[in-house]
């Protein structure tokens, strides 16, 4: 059984930074595209950043160069660094795991800014 579990949410003032981690079991996520998806209340999910199983990286025009997504194989974990954090970024982040054939969502762990 497939399980990805997010950790490292929490409350923050405008400007700081948190560290996102979601742990994979039952797969190695080498062969998976990695993503960090986010909910904010009232709003449909959106995509945040990804990283390939080739390694390229990708991110949201409203988080670039203020977020950088991971991959640590070696220990089956990736990670979102966020730093300047903004009020406007209080959603709950959901990982991803996505290949042909398979899809994993994470339970979501909440992220809040305040100003």
């Known amino acids: 059984q497939v399980q990805l579990v997010e950790s490292g949410g929490g409350l923050v003032q405008a400007g700081g930074s948190l560290r996102l981690s979601c742990a994979a079991s039952?797969?190695?996520?080498?062969?998976?595209?990695m993503g960090w998806y986010r909910q904010a209340p009232g709003k449909q999910r959106e995509l945040v950043a990804v990283a390939t199983s080739g390694g390229s990286t990708n991110y949201a025009d409203f988080v670039k160069g203020r977020f950088t997504i991971s991959r640590d194989n070696a220990k089956n974990t990736v990670y979102l660094q966020m730093n300047s954090l903004k009020p406007e970024d209080t959603a709950v982040y959901y990982c991803?795991?996505?290949?042909?054939?398979?899809?994993?969502w994470g339970q979501g762990t909440q992220v809040t800014v305040s100003s």
């Open positions: 991803n795991a996505i290949r042909i054939g398979s899809e994993y």
């Open positions: 039952g797969t190695i996520i080498s062969i998976y595209r």
